[in-house]
């Protein structure tokens, strides 16, 4: 059968499609190996053991500079616990009632809502934070300063809400409904079959919910840098301190190409990619178990 | 008269993955006829239709193994260019499927991939084909309109027009009927005895009075393997295997 | 009756949960819209809109920060879409090898779970240095389509699949290749997916202030947008940057939380057209 006139162009489609595809995949490889490639000589001249576990970050003392990033990392992860465990406990709620409880058009108007909160830029929260936020506390508390791991954290859940609610009411939403008739028909509550029934049926997307909350407070930069204080001090709630994403930020404009300071801030992105790719791989498998399940 | 049987399958076999859906079938579809397959549901009749242009190959995991020609060449060898295949062997499916474009565009639309561009040729296609299908009358004032608009039976005469419009020459249908109401079923039907003059069709069709009424030669496939083909009225009155007869006096099916 | 009177505790405080959660998740999205609405309206005036910054005349406009926020979505989305549209029909469409659509949709989802700054960082060397763009809008618009990339691949691989596969049955049917499928009959079908999806991505770009802060400059005066050489060497604030910008190292919250009006309304604007392009059909 003779060929016919399109066939070239079918086939330089397919590559250049498959090329678009593969853009992705050289994207994050390039991502990493530039993080590997300017994170990794600051690692090595500090020693791995003195950057993780050094508790003094003083990377523009002229004479002898140190890079431990010990108080940011911790900072870091008690600020995510924290946005954790004051915002999943408002998202799951919030995601029961616009799954199960809410009338049908009043989650018709609250879903967007909840978009809506997802689609403030994060400087906004950072502003609001800073203005109302942080004076407010510095008022109730009586501190000398209103930036604090306190004032971040209560940012962070906020940021964290909008992902938590969307993931998890979806995840409610697609409970069997024939689960919940069932504990109906044994003389259960509606609000008794939610709690017993709906959640742990619906619990592998709510633990996705959570974990995807944990790395979003990971990786929030802007908004925290303008509440947190930004000193290198091991974190403690009411203290000012330093996350790995605002220690990159903080510095990032200020230290000069090729410098030891800016090498130290590339160790920190490596810190920290490594970090999202653990929850992103761990996000994958609660995922994944939910469709076994 | 002397009949040239323009496709052939010499001891086909067909797999989805590792369910065989049809066993060692062997076959001639003749020129200028219309074929129809019959058989109950799932007796790869379906499967068969689709070999003919290799719409199977949009099923991942399929195997194919025998000899399937067309004109003599290997359908399933590798140097087969598909589209062209494909523009040969035309084919109405089951659901009317029109384009969510114009009745113009949806027309025009094989003719164009097919590298017509030239205006005045493309309206003469689109008329031709529309007249073909028996649908010109009806929509020739609004060859502009969606074609989603159309009912139902318009629809499929709209998807045989557009069949028609690329020049092929053997239409593939399958159960081109079945979605219809029987007013646009017998419309259907006419237009398949008079499209047989220019076309070799092969139909499958789950309704065997419509094979009787339309078809020239008939296929009987059950559980991947075809059982009997011969004149259709030859196989109706006087079925050679005991299997077609019990099906085509309603013992099952 | 004990054990009936806990339950029925138990069971009120059930059902006030969920309400009360709710409650607070709206009261939160009506304090922090009220709390910019209330301090930045009044500073808001159409002068700020149209004006640009001049400390010598004591004047206050954010035009040219508009403007670069306008240029930055429009070549971000122009570098995303068509290799985001591009991959997702690879990805949906053709995918012969399992495993490479494994990695690419690993990649993708990677890419959209890391944090903006680790954008910024590789933004600023890749494209500021080893590209030569230094700080300037394009290289930030460049570095947030690789951002966007996995929102715009989303979107259409959804819309990709609500195309009904009786549509590249019929066009294949007909002798069309798969590429020609695509284009003629199934991306128009998917047109509203995608337009939607591409407006998900305007809204991270409007909202993104890290990347650019350290790819894009931080300029507040106009520039020249009206030739090549211009548009390339363009630097700037974008709205988001503004903003940071007067509230952190100015202190001008007049400023700020006007600039936060005008992103609230954006992000608003963008949702609702987000809604009303993907729902119709």
Redesign the interface.
Known sequence: MRK?R??P??LF??V??????????V??L??AL??IL?GLPAIRKAGLGEFLLGTVWDSTNAEAPRFGILPMLLTSLWGAAGAVVLGV??????????A???PRPLARV?R??????A??????????G???LVPALRAALDLPAGDSLLAAVIVLA?MI?PSV?DLTTTALEAVPREYEEGSLALGA????T??RVSAPAARSGIAAAVVLGV?RA?????AI??VAGNVPNMPGLLRSVRFL?TG??IE??YAS?GSLQRQA??SI?LV??VF??L??LL??RTLKGRKGA | MKEKDIIKARNLDFFYGRAQALRHVTAAIPAGRVTALIGPSGCGKSTFLRTL?R?SD?VEGTRVEGSLTFHGEEVFSPNVD???????V??V?Q?P?????SIYDNVA??PR??GRWNRAALDDIVERSLRAAAIWDEVKDCLKKDALGLSGGQQQRV?IA??LA?KPEVLLMDEATSALDPISTARIEDLILELREHYTIVMVTHNMQQALRVSDKTAFFLLGELVEIGDTETLFSMPRDKRTEDYITGRFG | MAKGRRRRA??LL??A??????L???G??AF?AG??LW?GLPGLSWALLTQEESVLHGQVGIAPCILNTVYVIAVSLAAAL??????A???TE?APRRR??A??E??????S??????????G???FC?VLGLQKSLLAGSLTLA?MT??TV?RATQESLKTV?R???????????????TVR??VL??SVRGIAAGCILAA?RV?????VL??TAGLSTAMQDFSSLSGLVKASGSTL?VA??VY??ERSD?TT??AV?TV??FL??L???TA?AVGRRR
């Open positions: 016919s399109e066939r162009g079918e489609m397919g250049l499609l498959a090329a678009c595809a593969l853009a992705a995949v994207f994050l390039l991502i530039y993080l300017a406990p408002v998202g799951f709620f919030t995601a029961v009632y616009l199960k409880a809410a609250l967007p809502a909840v978009s809506l909160l689609g403030i830029p994060s400087v906004v929260y950072g502003l609001v800073m203005c109302a906020v809400l609610i509550t509606e609000a008794e939610w709690l790395g990971l990786g929030e930069a802007m840098l303008m994403t990159i930020a990032m404009n190409p801030l590339f992105g920290l990619f999202i790719l929850v992103n996000l994958n | 242009n719409m949009l598909v589209t062209e295949l494909r523009r040969r035309g084919m499916f659901k499927n029109p384009f969510p474009m639309y094989g991939t097919h998807c557009r069949a690329v | 138990w069971n059930a059902a949960l969920p309400r009360l959660g709710a607070v998740t709206v939160l999205l922090v709390y910019v301090r068509p290799l985001g549209v591009g991959a029909v690879y990805l053709y490479l659509a990695a690419v690993f990649a993708a989802e990677t890419l779970g890391l944090p903006s700054i680790l954008y910024a960082m590789v600023s060397i890749l240095t690789i990339l996995p691949i009904p009786s549509y590249r049955e019929g066009a294949l049917g007909l002798g069309a290749g798969k590429w020609r003629t009959v128009p079908s809204g409007v909202g993104e202030s890290a802060l350290y988001t903003l940071y509230a952190k919250f700020a939380f936060a992103l609230l992000t608003v963008l949702n609702l809604g």
